[in-house]
T-cell receptor, first 116, second 114 residues
Framework: AQKVTQAQTEISVVEKEDVTLDCVYE???????LFWYKQPPSGELVFLIR??????QNEISGRYSWNFQKSTSSFNFTITASQVVDSAVYFC?????????????FGSGTRLLVRP | KAGVTQTPRYLIKTRGQQVTLSCSPI?????VSWYQQTPGQGLQFLFE???????NKGNFPGRFSGRQFSNSRSEMNVSTLELGDSALYLC?????????????FGQGTRLTVV
């Protein structure tokens, strides 16, 4: 069965620290997509990144970077020099295909608190 | 470009009542999906609509239903509300399907059943 595990329920760091959010997934599909979303207190899920299963290149976007390793089924997310505005709940998700339809399977989320 | 709009933002209903939530996707997006978020169960997929057809459905009772109109706007309906239906209901739109492109989410409708 498809599954996404975010073992870290809550992380608290001081501003300017680097922090890594872990994501481990399970899937039998050979083609799949992985996502990270940020959920600020306002509630909407903000898209951060999508990665397909054939692209294991790491990606960097400003202070954000992602490490995708198929060998360990992990898709970890690092925030460098964290800021108070990074405080939010972060979700890792896996897309599951059924016929021509897709749905996202979310992990339980990691609440990140960045203290000034 | 306008984002995904969900209305209403907040709703309080009594057990046994029914409720209808609305979602207007981003212009040009034909896929609309609904998710329920609760503290206990997390984010769970309800259903997905594409070109007015339900393509996929999650593991929810028949009290949960939805539809999509020709302009891609979608509604979801919950009948005979139960206390456990209290949740944040999120709608997502995508050009074709969530796996093929990034999905954009609305701010959600927070439903409280008393």
């Amino acid at each position: 069965a498809q599954k996404v595990t975010q073992a870290q329920t809550e992380i608290s760091v001081v501003e300017k620290e680097d922090v890594t959010l872990d994501c481990v997934y399970e899937t039998r599909d050979t083609t799949y997509y992985l996502f990270w979303y940020k959920q600020p207190p306002s509630g909407e899920l903000v898209f951060l990144i999508r990665r397909n299963s054939f692209d294991e290149q790491n990606e960097i976007s400003g202070r954000y970077s992602w490490n995708f390793q198929k060998s360990t089924s992990s898709f970890n997310f690092t925030i460098t020099a964290s800021q108070v505005v990074d405080s939010a709940v972060y979700f890792c998700a896996l897309s599951e295909a059924k016929d021509s339809s897709y749905k996202l399977i979310f992990g339980s989320g990691t609440r990140l608190l960045v203290r000034p | 470009k306008a984002g995904v709009t969900q209305t209403p933002r907040y709703l309080i209903k009594t057990r046994g009542q029914q409720v209808t939530l609305s979602c207007s996707p981003i212009s040009g997006h034909r896929s609309v999906s609904w998710y329920q978020q609760t503290p206990g169960q997390g984010l769970q997929f309800l259903f997905e609509y594409f070109s007015e057809t339900q393509r996929n459905k999650g593991n929810f009772p028949g009290r949960f239903s939805g539809r999509q109109f020709s302009n891609s706007r979608s509604e979801m309906n919950v009948s005979t509300l139960e206390l456990g239906d209290s949740a944040l209901y999120l709608c997502a739109s995508a050009i074709i399907g969530l796996g093929l492109a990034e999905a954009f989410f609305g701010q959600g409708t927070r439903l409280t059943v008393v």
